[in-house]
């Protein structure tokens, strides 16, 4: 609604975890940086950690673009890329993403299955599927590709699930593994790792990262950097002030940054203004839950009501 009112193409603070719009602050790069240094290792676990709202699914796309940048992220079994024998003979992935692995055992397996493109019948038994899993992941190996199988939210998944993801990832040739794992979760998958039925997959996890918020410096790089993906050529949509509130607010959390700057933008448009002031962040930041109340000097009730009452009367609704 106030994208021409800003001279924006999109909204530049959506919530979709949306690979152009990544920013390469020091905890994202950092991160990206360990993942793309592990799976080239390409033996064990890997883990990442993070608080809610702190980007883990966004880290994950952009691992997963960069990892196969230039090839198709997950190739059809028996099928044989164009040039496959470049000059410097890179290593090719072929690649699993399971956003939600809140799956017993066999449904994960189906998952696995259904990820690498293979033809199974319906009725399959637990065995035969592990075997098709097994013969598939060899394929792979004999053509030169690796295996990494990404699982977000995984503090959500099973015991059971996660021990016999490091069953299949006992898989290996003479060289190496067969399979390789990333687990991206919330804190409390540390906890759930802590199990004593699943310490030899925990033995197993050869690199880490805990993803951290932004820090007051890179925030406001990270608000410009949104909003020149997003078709602003101004200076800058927020002033120093509205900066350094917006962090003290939302502790640089990502999620909550751009919950706040959603509200902020709307609000600013409301009232006719090109850049929003510190006070479109604190009234934003009254109307957003998890946010510190303890920066707060007040609280504004029915504020995204008032809002929607100022938008509709200035008839900037697209």
């Excluded at 702190?54 to 198709?72: D, H, P, S, V």
């Excluded at 033995?203 to 925030?219: A, T, V, W």
Aim: charged share 25%.
């Amino acid at each position: 609604m106030y994208l021409r009112h800003f001279g924006l193409r999109e909204p530049p603070f959506s919530l979709t975890p949306d690979t152009s719009f990544f920013f390469a602050c020091s905890t994202y790069q950092e991160g990206l940086n360990t993942l793309l240094v592990a799976a080239r290792n390409g033996e064990g676990f890997i883990k990442i950690t993070g608080e809610v709202g702190n980007g883990k699914t966004l880290l994950c796309r952009k691992f997963l673009a960069t990892l196969n940048q230039g090839r198709q992220a997950t190739t059809p079994i028996g099928t044989q890329d164009e040039g496959a024998t470049d000059a410097k003979n890179a290593t090719r992935f072929v690649t699993a993403y399971l956003p939600n692995p809140y799956l017993e055992p066999r449904s994960l397996l189906l998952a696995l299955a259904d990820e690498f493109r293979i033809q199974l019948d319906p009725n399959i038994d637990q065995h035969l599927l592990l075997k098709e899993l097994t013969r598939t992941l060899l394929n792979f190996a004999r053509e030169g590709k690796r295996v990494l199988v990404c699982l977000d939210e995984a503090q959500a998944m099973p015991l059971e699930s996660l021990e016999v993801l490091r069953l299949l990832t006992n898989l290996e040739t003479e060289k190496r593994k067969l399979l390789q794992v990333v687990l991206f979760g919330q804190p409390e998958l540390d906890e759930r790792l802590r199990h004593n039925s699943i310490r030899q997959l925990r033995q197993r996890i050869s690199f880490q990262y805990e993803l951290k918020g932004l820090r007051r410096d890179e925030l406001e790089r990270y608000l410009r950097h949104r909003a020149a993906v997003a078709g602003y050529v101004g200076d800058t949509l927020f002033a120093h002030a509205a900066v350094g509130k917006m962090h003290r607010v939302t502790g640089g959390t990502p999620r909550l940054v751009n919950i706040v700057a959603h509200k902020a933008l709307m609000l600013a448009f409301a009232e006719g203004r090109q850049v929003v002031g510190s006070k479109h962040v604190s009234e934003a930041a009254a109307d957003t839950p998890e946010v510190r109340r303890d920066w707060l000097p007040w609280a504004l009730s029915g504020a995204l009501l008032a809002i929607a009452a100022s938008v509709l009367a200035l008839g900037y609704l697209l």
